[in-house]
């Protein structure tokens, strides 16, 4: 049973930062993509940001230098680190996974996802 779990969100003022983690567990494959996803009430869960187990990485073009992806493999967990938060970056983030490692973009192609963490900008 794979299991996502997040940590980390809250409230910041415009331009400051903040960290998301993602503790996974019960993995047994060796190819896999991990990607935080955001989503605004009335709109589409969006992927933000991916890496696969080869540490290939994807950004959103509105988030292109100001959020970092990264994976520490022995701790099995996934970071977010948001850096020049906007009011726009407000949302629900969530943490999510699928076997092989080319990452789709759509938020069906995801089997796993964590529960979600609130990220407030103001």
């Known amino acids: 049973q794979v299991q996502l779990v997040e940590s980390g969100g809250g409230s910041v003022e415009a331009g400051g930062s903040l960290r998301l983690s993602c503790v996974y567990s019960?993995?047994?494959?060796?190819?896999?993509?991990l990607a935080w996803f955001r989503q605004v009430p009335g709109k589409e869960r969006d992927r933000v940001t991916s890496i696969n187990n080869r540490g290939e990485q994807t950004y959103t073009e509105s988030v292109k230098g100001r959020f970092t992806i990264s994976e520490d493999k022995p701790k099995k967990t996934l970071y977010l680190q948001m850096d020049s938060l906007k009011p726009e970056d407000t949302a629900t983030y969530y943490c999510?996974?699928?076997?092989?490692?080319?990452?789709?973009?759509?938020?069906?192609?995801?089997?796993?996802w964590g529960q979600g963490t609130q990220v407030t900008v103001s």
């Open positions: 999510a996974a699928h076997w092989g490692a080319y990452c789709h973009t759509d938020h069906a192609s995801f089997q796993f």
């Open positions: 019960g993995y047994s494959y060796n190819t896999y993509c």
